[in-house]
């Protein structure tokens, strides 16, 4: 359960953080380097950027950001997969 608490809270911070850079994109202000947009993306809160990427229209256009971002989810999806496929034959050998 802490984990799902983890990945709320994570994916709460990096949507403000995002919609903090598209925020300064529209004013012109000093942007939030994309660097730690990533750095949210791999804590765990690629799910919140990935929607607000299409819902705030921010970053969907940008080929090397979606790259990393897409490339970010699949390796969330396939250390989800490996760990709950390696969880599963833990518990059924033991």
Known sequence: M???????TINILSALVFYVDKWNAVKKRRRVPEATL??????????SIL???YG???????????IVSYLILIVWILVYFNFDLLSNVLITKF
């Open 56 to 66: 705030m229209r921010h970053k969907n256009r940008k080929a090397s950001y979606f």
């Open 2 to 8: 802490l984990i799902v608490y983890y990945l709320i």
């Open 51 to 53: 929607l607000l990427m």
């Open 38 to 47: 990533h750095l949210f993306e791999m804590a765990g809160g690629i799910f």
